[in-house]
C-alpha cells in the first residue's frame, strides 16, 4: 500500500525506511511503499519483515 503520510519526493528510492512485525516501507521518488508479504520465484508467501531478517537487512539498507 502507499505510504499516505509521506508524500514528500525521496532521492534515495528503494531504501528501506522502517521494519515492524507487520510490513516494511521502502521510499519511493515520491512517497512510501508498505510491503506486508513477499514470495521469491518458486518459494512459499511469508512476511517482508522475516524476509529483511533472512537477508540481514537493515533500515537504510537498499532492498534486495
Not at 15 to 39: A, F, P, R, T, Y
Amino acid at each position: 500500500t502507499l505510504g499516505e503520510d509521506k508524500q514528500t519526493y525521496h532521492d534515495n528510492a528503494g531504501m528501506i525506511d522502517d521494519i515492524s512485525e507487520e510490513s516494511i516501507s521502502i521510499l519511493c521518488h515520491k512517497g512510501s511503499l508498505n510491503i506486508e508479504k513477499v514470495q521469491a520465484p518458486s518459494k512459499t508467501e511469508i512476511s517482508a519483515s522475516e524476509y529483511i531478517r533472512g537477508k540481514r537487512q537493515k533500515i537504510g539498507d537498499l532492498l534486495v
